[in-house]
């Protein structure tokens, strides 16, 4: 294919998409879609391998724009912190970034991670307060330090010391939920609630008041060189104990890469994966022959086997969500959770859409 017709097809492709994509991502912002998006004109890279962009469902946006860089030319890693970047400044998503849950304080406190995998590095930041893009922080952690973890108030003076601008992240919703949350948690304390609160008017804050949401974005993207990065963001369990980090800023627990293999990452109950390292345990299984969804199967029935009692159900399985996406070197990709129904992103050369995760119960 000519230059000329190779950017005549991806304008088609990008035209294709706008609609059906802005329609998908404003529902799935607002905790409702499930249907795929409208599907786009096929396009291609000029390379090898099939350049492709995976996330969880709150990243159509994201894998959009991951794809959108690589076909430009960006490295896999530039374009995927670019893409959750999109999902951290959206106030509607309440697990990422600026307007994320706050924790048992009312503060916002983010965590996130970043790895490249033509480069095997990494960087990340926890308990990141007052600024709203944690993956660039960590991004530049990887960059420009000597380290590849930075957490809480040596975190922020990284991110202020690289220009970032502090700003109260605690939208005034986001605040609503965490109100009637703090109130209502005991009829033991001196917190009362009004007689009507949030969940009256909001089905989403109804939804997160039931089950305490884990939240979060995990982006990964593969070029036509086969180079693979992946990045994980969030602002963590909601009104989770001051302090608390989950999976996310930990490779090998949210995320790993390794960029001869695959990649995986991870939304969900972080502590399961940290006391499991999930994601690098996937990688080592699709290294051992297994296709994405075998691979992260296996390791989901890994964590259910190592589920203590109290967070499992009447049946015996564990009661948290718990979802993997896996990208691997040949192309083939795929979406995994504990349960389900459930879905994921994907921007390929067939479209921006999302696909159904194959579940273990
Ligand atoms: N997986 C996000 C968290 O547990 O913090």
Known sequence: MTDQRANRSRRQFLAASTAGLAAASHAIAQGGATEPAAAAQPTRSGGKLPVKSISSANGLRTT??????????????????????????????????????????????????VMHGPTHQAGCVASLERIRNPAKVAQLVLQQTDHVLLVGPGALKFAKAHGFKEEDLLTDRARKIWLRWKQTMSDRDDWLPPAEGIEESDPQAAAILRNRPTGTIHCASMNAEGDISCVTTTSGLAFKIDGRVGDSPIIGAGLYVDNEIGSCGSTGRGEANLQNQCS???????????????????????????????????????????????????????????????????TDEKGTRLETCTTLY
């Open 64 to 113: 959009r724009r991951a794809y959108e860089m690589m076909l430009r030319g960006a490295d896999t890693l530039d374009a995927s912190v670019a893409g959750v970047t999109i999902v951290e400044d959206d106030p509607r998503d309440t697990s990422v970034g600026y307007g994320g849950l706050p924790n048992e304080l009312g503060v916002v406190q983010l965590d996130a991670a």
């Open 280 to 346: 690098f345990a996937a990688v080592e299984l699709m290294r051992s022959g297994m296709t994405p969804v075998e691979a992260g199967l296996e390791v989901l029935r890994r964590v259910a086997k190592h589920t203590v009692p109290r967070l499992r159900n009447d049946q015996g399985e564990p009661d948290f969500g718990l979802k993997f996406y896996l990208l691997r070197k040949d192309g083939m990709h795929g979406g995994v959770s504990m349960r389900g129904p459930t879905k994921f992103a994907v």
